[in-house]
């Protein structure tokens, strides 16, 4: 097996609430549509059963009291202290079942990580993970338990280097201050500009601090940035920095609420974009664990996630969308028949603007972390 897509039918039995952007249900549809291309059963590619997290795993990283915080949260009644675990109406409701869900997917991510640290696969993807936002002892922006960096602090325990990358619109913040202080692990984010979007945070002066002083780097993105500009940011930073700090695992987070049209952000990428972005990320990462992250405009992601799994197998799919999975989730936003989005350019002024602020950011990068990593 030389990939692993971990996936679990429940995945799809959880609902934050009729009104909450993220719908787990988006997974059930990714998972339909890639099963509809026969990329299942390619010869060197497992479908592995996701697994609920053990209570020790997520002690890596998170806090007892959380945890059972969380636990008696799970009947999806409201409980004494809420609010100082950032739990309630609003961001991170308490949904019936919200432990179970979290462990799983949580569960999902570990069970990646160590499919590819035992070398039964070069690359495992956990599309349900990617929950980059949770604290020690908060949830926060719909992520209840930090299911990258579990994963990562369990590949910490067995003594390797991490490079993490997260694609997705908002700044991976939680990963970030999990990892500021060490110099093993090396955490990219390239999102949209905290200056305007959730968490607010993720600027190119936040760059790690003692022995972590420049292993963590970010590229705010101007709002309404396009494909040309982050496969632009992406090629000037990522790969001399991957290629200088040769890791030994790369985990990724390739939320897609960075595309066009996504309800909650303004960055406008296509899978034109993110397949560029996906490809490159395949060529520097030999070990590579994959997962998932935001995108509420679920066609989206299960166009993007397709296009990215077929990637990960090395096969070029057509861009007609099987009409056995036509004939049943059309209406979910797959009108066009077709895959694959036509770049969206941004042009005239405002593009230079941008063009112009994000090499200002790149030459800060460059300046402070290239020098000190002798790039
Ligand atoms: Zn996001």
Redesign the pocket.
Known sequence: MKTAFLYSEDFARYSYGPTHPLKPYRLKLTYELIDAYGLFSLPDAGVIKAEIAQEDDMLLFHEKDYIEALKSANSGELIPDAQSYGLGPGDNPIFDGVYDWSRLVTGASLQAADLVARGECDIAFNIGGGL??ALARRAS??CYLNDPVVAIMSLLKKGKRVAYIDI???HGDGVQDAFYATDRVLTISI?ETGTIL?PGTGFEDETGTGKGEGYSVNIPMPPTADDELFVYAFDEIVPPLLNTFNPDFVVTQL?V??FHGDP??HLNYTTQGFCEVVQKIKEISPKWVALG????NIANVAKAWTLAWAIMNDIDIPDTIPRAFLALHEKDGFQSGKLRENEYRVGGAGKEAMRKELERVIGVIKKKIFTKMGI
Do not use: I, T, V
């Open positions: 980059h936002h922006g719909f997705d619109a908002h999102h959730f939320g609420d960075s909650l952000a992250g935001g995108g509420y």
